[in-house]
């Protein structure tokens, strides 16, 4: 079976760190884009990261140099490392891997996303 499986969430106190980790099996992970993604229940699904197949990375402005992606292709696994958190970064973190044959659900956005697999989430709880 195609999957990842994102674990490394938890509750922590705010300035504290995570590192989520997102493990692929049943399929070859290469060097193509890994995502990560959060969502707040309630709230829309927003990208947190990027690490692109040239080797560039994305983040979005709320992360300010807190959070940095990577991506170990021998151990089949993704990272986010999360540095000094904040109670506003609570959310779902979701893993997403890019790969040709696969189409799989979202539950971040609800939806089946084509040529991308994805996971069901780790819970990140960060309190003052």
């Known amino acids: 079976e195609v999957q990842v499986v994102e674990s490394g969430g938890g509750s922590v106190q705010a300035g504290g760190s995570l590192r989520l980790s997102c493990t692929a099996s049943?399929?070859?992970?290469?060097?193509?884009?890994v995502d990560w993604y959060r969502q707040v229940p309630g709230l829309e699904c927003e990208l947190v990261a990027q690490l692109r197949r040239d080797g560039s990375t994305y983040y979005r402005d709320f992360t300010e140099r807190r959070f940095t992606i990577s991506q170990d292709i021998a151990a089949n696994t993704a990272y986010l490392q999360m540095n000094n958190l904040q109670p506003e970064d609570t959310a779902v973190y979701f893993c997403?891997?890019?790969?040709?044959?696969?189409?799989?659900?979202?539950?971040?956005?609800?939806?089946?996303?084509?040529?991308?697999?994805w996971g069901q989430g780790t819970l990140v709880n960060v309190s003052l």
């Open positions: 997403e891997k890019d790969y040709s044959r696969a189409n799989t659900w979202s539950r971040c956005f609800n939806r089946l996303r084509h040529l991308e697999v």
């Open positions: 049943g399929f070859t992970f290469d060097d193509s884009e």
